[in-house]
């Protein structure tokens, strides 16, 4: 004998895994967006980092003046 269909449950279900898929793309989503202000944020700094003692911010010496 079929069993008898639970269309309340099966749809729940559906839902209940539609609606965890959408949470882990939505937090991918953000993690990345995140990841990418970081690294845009680390572009932006380390072009105005001061120079101090003569040394430049790669390690490389300065180049005397004078």
Request: glycine share 8%; net charge positive; hydrophobic share 30%.
């Amino acid at each position: 004998m079929a069993r008898k269909p639970n269309y309340d449950f099966e749809r729940r279900e559906r839902e209940r895994l539609k609606a965890i898929k959408v949470a882990e793309k939505a937090a991918a989503k953000r993690e990345a967006r995140e990841r990418a202000r970081a690294e845009n944020a680390g572009a932006e700094n380390a072009g105005d980092a001061p120079k101090e003692d003569g040394v430049a911010t790669d390690g490389e010496p300065t180049p005397d003046k004078g």
